[in-house]
């Protein structure tokens, strides 16, 4: 047998004897997890399920890596798994690694649901426009279809866009061998752009003048003893010190500005030349700056977060590999799910219907709640209950990296109270010819005045926004646009959705019978991939115990 390049055991052991012994012990998952690490898997169930314009990942990178979950023991049985999104692959993906024999049904014509990445040759086709906030699209209409255009290498993430570094999506990304790079969540040289501003101005000189002029009067309050009552005398030291760091303010107690500001023109050989003064703090506080500086400052942000190089869908690609592309049948659509005293039955659009021991249900609860069956009217009403919100994003490919060579702004965000909300600049591909500006991301009432638009009206909306912000050059060298809108989505119809109540909550996480359900909506941490994968964790989980016990 020729040499593979692995060390071979002292003792002589085989690949076929290591590989027998590992099934004798773990089962089919567990032997066929180590074939793919040997390179013995078979081609066709580990060649990648097409996520448009996905390349595999470098031979560096060899998937699975060591997990820190796993699923033991028991005898496994048939699953059918509703939608491969993020949650449906992870449940696949787990159940497999156990031996569970899966079946995933997928009514779109790609893997990923809401982990959307769009390149050149994609297309993106979206429902009719709602006829009002709130209302459901026409089943089986279809509006505009935009063709993408964007150059070799190009890449747009409208989804999912970023990871927290304390997020189970990053352990994923570690053991299915997915590569990492720094998302620039902040950037103090990003702009911020208010309605009480008369122009917009970089985000560290609105941080400077808010901490300068907060410093200011806590530290005069301070000094004229309003605070007696609550600091001891020690406390009101510790106090006009930290604010005195804090704020730039100086022994005076007044905030004057200073170099933190910025500079127009930058230090160098000569010492630059500062912004100047601030504005009066009543022009200060008049701008609305407190959602502006803080939107880094949930335990779901940070910085840095991070993204999966070359796009998101590295992820849902990555787990698709590794259920295998025999498993998963695209362009199927659910039309019925019914419980059996045998087992579960799924009906599918144009097909036979398919039987398995259990089911998995990771589709959005608003459509789940559409689907015939005999899940429960306590079910489908739980199902239901959760209202689908509104988030709209546009990526803007240009010839020239503008915000880098004028502005020299390298990733990070501009925030602003227009319609547009955030404007992004891409955290890769720094200096080279082309990039790819996320020209809106908006939600709620700001993304719905979007989705109604075609995409042309869209884009120059847009336009007209950002040229606020950057001026003539945000219109200008413009070589492609492609928006989303998520309430738009045909098989999704939301970006994610919001619990009026935590009672439909609750009944969701126990089976329907033999039907388990999976997202994120059944997490506290709805529109986070994290939400899905902790989701499809706690499902498999309930479901192989009860597998278990059962058999």
Request: net charge neutral; proline share 7%.
């Amino acid at each position: 047998m020729a040499n593979d390049g692995l060390p071979r055991p002292d003792n002589g052991l085989t690949r076929r004897s290591l590989l027998v012994g590992i099934g004798a012990a773990g089962g089919a998952g567990a032997m066929y997890a180590a074939m793919g690490v040997l390179g013995l898997a078979p081609s066709k169930d580990t060649a990648p399920v097409r996520a448009v314009g996905v390349t595999p990942p470098p031979a560096q990178y060899v998937p699975p890596q060591r997990s820190d979950f796993s699923l033991r023991g028991g005898t496994p049985a048939t699953v059918v798994v509703l939608g491969a999104g993020v949650a449906g692959l992870a449940s696949a993906y787990e159940l497999g690694k156990a031996g569970y024999d899966c079946t995933v049904l997928e009514a779109r014509d790609r893997v990923g649901g809401r982990s959307l990445t769009l390149r050149g040759g994609d297309a993106v086709t979206e429902l009719p426009a709602l006829a009002a906030a709130g209302t459901t699209p026409a089943p089986g209409g279809t509006g505009e279809t935009q063709r993408v255009s964007f150059g070799e290498g190009t890449y747009f993430n409208a989804g999912p866009a970023r990871i927290a570094q304390w997020m189970v999506t990053l352990d994923y990304c570690r053991e299915l061998g997915v590569p990492l790079e720094v998302f620039v969540n902040n950037n103090a040289s990003a702009y911020v752009l208010t309605a009480g501003m008369s122009a917009p101005v970089r985000a560290r000189t609105a941080r400077a003048d808010a901490y300068g002029y907060i410093s200011e009067l806590l530290a005069k309050a301070t000094d004229e003893g309003a605070l007696d009552a609550h600091l001891s005398h020690a406390d009101k030291e510790s106090l006009l010190d930290f604010l005195t760091q804090f704020g730039e303010i100086g022994p005076s107690r007044a905030y004057t500005g200073g170099e933190r500001r910025g500079y127009r023109v930058n230090p160098g050989v000569a010492p630059g030349t500062e912004l100047g003064a601030p504005p009066p703090l009543t022009e200060v506080l008049s701008q609305g700056l407190g959602r502006m500086l803080t939107m880094d400052a949930g335990y779901d942000q940070a910085m840095p977060m991070f993204q999966p190089v070359g796009g998101m869908d590295a992820i849902v690609s990555a787990l698709a590999r590794q259920v295998g592309a025999g498993r998963i049948r695209t362009g199927t659509r659910v039309t019925g799910i019914t419980n059996r005293p045998e087992g579960v039955e799924v009906a599918i659009e144009g097909g036979a219907p398919l039987r398995a021991d259990y089911c998995v249900a990771a589709l959005p609860p608003h459509l789940l709640a559409r689907i015939p069956g005999n899940l429960g009217a306590d079910v489908k009403a739980a199902l239901a209950a959760p209202v689908p919100l509104s988030a709209g994003k546009l990526g803007l490919e240009y010839g020239r990296r503008w915000w880098e060579l004028e502005d020299r702004v390298y990733g990070g965000a501009t925030e602003t109270d227009l319609d547009v909300g955030h404007i992004w600049y891409p955290s890769h591909g720094f200096h080279s010819e082309r990039g790819l500006v996320v020209g809106y991301y908006n939600m709620g009432q700001d993304a719905e005045s979007y989705n109604a638009l075609p995409h042309r009206e869209r884009l120059r909306r847009a336009l007209a926004q950002g040229h606020k912000v950057h001026g003539e050059k945000y219109g200008a060298d413009l070589l492609a646009s492609v928006s989303v809108a998520w309430r738009r989505q045909p098989h999704i119809e939301g970006a994610w959705v919001r619990w009026p109540s935590l009672g439909g909550f609750t009944v969701l996480q126990r089976p329907a019978g033999r039907v388990y359900f999976a997202g994120d909506w059944l997490t506290h941490l709805i529109a986070w991939q994290a939400g899905a994968f902790e989701s499809a964790r706690k499902v498999v989980t309930d479901l192989h115990h009860r597998v278990m016990k059962e058999g």
